[in-house]
């Protein structure tokens, strides 16, 4: 019985993992609310889920959801839906086999092979485009997300019509 779930049933699995050198990792504890599943499938869901438990890590630390500062639902869901296009296009660049791509990636040489993966493509971007502040662009007093000279763009592309 699990107290911190308010006295629930659980079954609770100790494991070991290996890691890619062949050590065993520390215990971990793998805690389920199907009691009725076996240790094995335990074991098992946990390492179906782990896939996107990367993602998660990746959106909370790499991206910034972490500290997301916004303060209403509507801002929240704006900034949650511009992060996931943001790490779904990385996460795309990173399959696609082309030179540009491979390009970024070459600020870590010291990286055996340089592989292409979608951590070396945003690090890459991120070197090229450090110096754009994004998080200034969004206007509080609208509400809107405004890049720099936007309005004039906007004018001058009517004017040129």
């Given amino acids: 019985m699990a107290h911190f779930l308010g006295g629930r049933l659980v079954r ?7 890691s890619e050198s062949g050590h065993w990792k520390k215990a971990h504890l793998l805690l389920s609310t199907d009691a009725i599943l076996t240790p094995e499938q335990i074991i098992e869901a946990y390492g179906e889920r782990w896939s996107i438990e990367s993602m998660f890590n990746q959106l909370k630390l790499s991206w910034g959801l972490k500290e997301a500062w916004q303060q209403t639902r509507q801002t929240l869901h704006r900034w949650v839906h511009l992060t996931l296009v943001g790490y779904g296009l990385i996460q795309l660049l990173g399959y696609l086999d082309d030179q540009t791509v491979r390009q970024l990636c070459c600020h870590s040489p010291w ?22 502040p994004v998080r200034q662009w969004w206007n509080r007093k609208c509400r809107k997300f405004e890049p720099p000279n936007w309005r004039g763009s906007e004018q001058d592309a009517a004017i040129s019509v």
Wanted: glycine share 6%; aromatic share 10%.
């Fill in 12 to 18: 609770v699995v100790w494991c070991e993992f290996k």
């Fill in 111 to 132: 990286r055996k092979d340089n592989p292409t993966t979608a951590g070396q493509i945003r690090k890459g971007l991120l070197l090229i485009f450090h110096h754009v």
